[in-house]
């Protein structure tokens, strides 16, 4: 959850992939919706890791009026972690 936290306020390292780019865009989810979501949401998919390693969670958090979930991947490399979100959408 720290990780996440980190990645929300800026000061750990963030990456949106072009599929969660496509869905905020065709879902009308900004990325400020997105960070708020990170910071302060709560386990939606509990941590689990992957066949690969990666470790994976949804958090979710309301804002504007709208339940925002996001998907998550936390990657481990020689730089340190790494937080991918997946995907985004909204659970109305």
């Known amino acids: 959850k720290q990780l996440l ?7 750990g390292r963030l990456a949106i ?7 905020m865009k065709q879902r009308k ?3 400020t919706q997105v960070l708020e979501t990170l910071k302060h949401g ?3 998919e509990p941590l ?6 990666d470790w994976r969670c ?5 804002h504007a ?8 991947v936390i ?3 020689d730089k340190g972690d790494l937080v991918v979100v997946a995907t985004v959408f909204r659970e109305d």
Do not use: M, Y
Not at 48 to 53: A, E, F, M, T
Not at 67 to 72: D, G, L, N, S
């Open 65 to 72: 009026g709208s339940r925002i979930v996001v998907a998550v």
């Open 48 to 53: 689990h890791q992957d066949v690969k390693g």
């Open 29 to 31: 989810i900004g990325r």
């Open 75 to 77: 990657k481990l490399d």
């Open 17 to 23: 992939s072009v599929h969660a780019s496509a869905r």
């Open 42 to 44: 709560s386990f939606v």
């Open 58 to 62: 949804s958090v979710g958090w309301f």
């Open 5 to 11: 936290k980190e990645a929300g306020e800026g000061k």
